[in-house]
């Protein structure tokens, strides 16, 4: 499956890069190009294409429905890091959160080091709790250790 969401995210990322940043595609279409089921599509969508990441997504389903991906320039640190701390909102799941540290060191705002750090200053084991609570003490960490990052 990795295999084809990497696939799908190459292709939609091309036709981003052809068009300037911005897409507008019916879901079905790209679904029949590679063969998988739409939810396969929404799949990407939510793991690949998320505001952290410099993409904004709207998407209408039924009969007309389309998905419109626009590549958006976060101006400056201020509103990247607001970007980062509205993604994480008040609780995040260890593999949201790990998507996000993931970009952060692809976008060079933390070196190895610190991401291995912070990897596992919010792994559920280093939490040692369990349920909800431990998704919201992980969003806390994760957000005042952002702060720092962009101090």
């Not at 052809?18 to 790209?30: F, H, K, M, P, Y």
Request: net charge neutral; aromatic share 8%.
């Amino acid at each position: 499956m990795a295999k084809l969401s990497n696939s799908i995210e190459e292709f939609i990322n091309t036709l981003l890069e052809d068009g300037d940043g911005t897409l507008e595609i019916q879901r079905a279409l790209i679904a029949d190009r590679f063969n998988c089921a739409p939810s396969q599509i929404n799949y990407v969508l939510t793991t690949r294409f998320t505001p952290y990441k410099g993409y904004y997504v709207e998407s209408r389903r039924g009969g007309g429905g389309y998905i419109r991906i626009v590549r958006v320039q976060v101006e400056n640190e201020k509103s990247t890091l607001q970007v980062f701390i509205d993604e994480i909102g008040n609780s995040i799941t260890k593999d949201k959160a790990d998507q996000l540290i993931d970009e952060l060191l692809r976008r060079e705002y933390i070196n190895r080091r610190e991401y291995e750090i912070i990897k596992v200053s919010i792994s559920d084991r280093s939490l040692g709790m369990s349920g909800d609570f431990k998704n919201e003490v992980r969003a806390s960490i994760l957000k005042n250790t952002i702060l720092v990052v962009f101090s």
